[in-house]
T-cell receptor
């Protein structure tokens, strides 16, 4: 199956700093990648849709200036949490759309962000 | 918004079939039904998906009702490693393929 990686797997930062999370499709090219956030004991919430070479589309209620998304290549998308605060602490998960059979999303292992 | 509803939790005896239902009564004609599962603190794992016909792969079977308003994921011989949260999602691959997750079903396989 298709493999998606994320880096780092876990990050702890101080309030007010920015954190970058990378999402890579390792064995396929992904024209579309997605970013999700998941709070403890809750379901995944879609944050944004990222298309290679164009601006990301953010879901309602997600601040685009706070969660910067860059999709510069067909295998890499990055999410930068700017001026992070404790309420941004969460599990961030990316996925990549294969665009070929089985034409579905494959998810990364997630990044646990803790803001002190 | 999520377009599917699932029971919040289910138990299944090890070695028995696990049947997980999903209601998607407002599904549109070009939306597929996807099933994923998530083991604690990991990313969701793809299981299976289908449009109209029943589907089977090495992991599971997917039974979709004729009116497409509901479906059932079948794990034929559940093992302890199948304990996870199972998500059913209705999505259209032709319009961005955004996934809106519902609350899922927490399946516990009991020894």
């Amino acid at each position: 199956g298709a493999v998606v990686s994320q880096h780092p797997s876990r990050v702890i930062c101080k309030s007010g700093t920015s954190v970058k999370i990378e999402c890579r499709s390792l064995d396929f090219q992904a024209t579309t990648m997605f970013w999700y956030r998941q709070f403890p004991k809750k379901s995944l919430m879609l944050m944004a849709t990222s298309n290679e070479g164009s601006k990301a589309t953010y879901e309602q209620g997600v601040e685009k200036d706070k969660f910067l998304i860059n999709h510069a290549s067909l295998t890499l998308s990055t999410l930068t949490v700017t001026s992070a605060h404790p309420e941004d602490s969460s599990f961030y998960i990316c996925s990549a759309h294969t665009g070929r059979w089985p034409d579905t999303q494959y998810f990364g292992p997630g990044t646990r962000l803790t803001v002190l | 918004d999520a377009k599917t509803t699932q029971p919040p939790s289910m138990d299944c005896a090890e070695g028995r079939a696990a049947n997980l239902p999903c209601n998607h009564s407002t599904i549109s004609g070009n939306e597929y039904v996807y099933w994923y599962r998530q083991i604690h603190s990991q990313g969701p794992q793809y299981i299976i998906h289908g449009l109209k016909n029943n589907e089977t792969n090495e992991m599971a079977s997917l039974i979709i009702t004729e009116d497409r308003k509901s479906s059932t994921l079948i794990l034929p011989h559940a093992t302890l490693r199948d304990t996870a949260v199972y998500y059913c999602i209705a999505a259209n691959t032709n319009t961005g393929n955004q996934f809106y997750f519902g609350t899922g079903t927490s399946l516990t396989v009991i020894p």
